[in-house]
């Protein structure tokens, strides 16, 4: 799975649980929300003043180094 700034945090979510803290640590602490899960990433990381970049570089790091 490659991640973007376009992908559906419920999408990566269920893909891979372990993303979870990735987003807990930007400040979305409500990850069950049924908004938040419809969310892409840029739509999260503007919300939370977040790059959306460094978040998804981080995502797809950690996938990799699966």
């Known amino acids: ?3 973007t700034k376009d992908s559906v945090i419920g ?3 269920d ?6 803290e990735y987003f807990l640590n930007m400040g979305m602490h409500c990850l069950g ?6 969310e ?5 990381c503007a919300v939370h003043g977040v790059d959306a970049d460094e978040l998804v570089a981080a ?3 950690h996938l990799a180094g699966k």
Do not use: E, K
């Not at 893909?15 to 979870?20: E, L, M, Y």
């Not at 892409?40 to 999260?44: N, P």
């Open 40 to 44: 892409s990433i840029a739509q999260a």
């Open 15 to 20: 893909a891979d649980r372990t993303t979870a």
């Open 59 to 61: 995502l797809n790091a």
């Open 33 to 38: 929300c049924p908004a938040s899960r419809g």
């Open 11 to 13: 999408d990566i979510l």
């Open 1 to 3: 799975m490659t991640i």
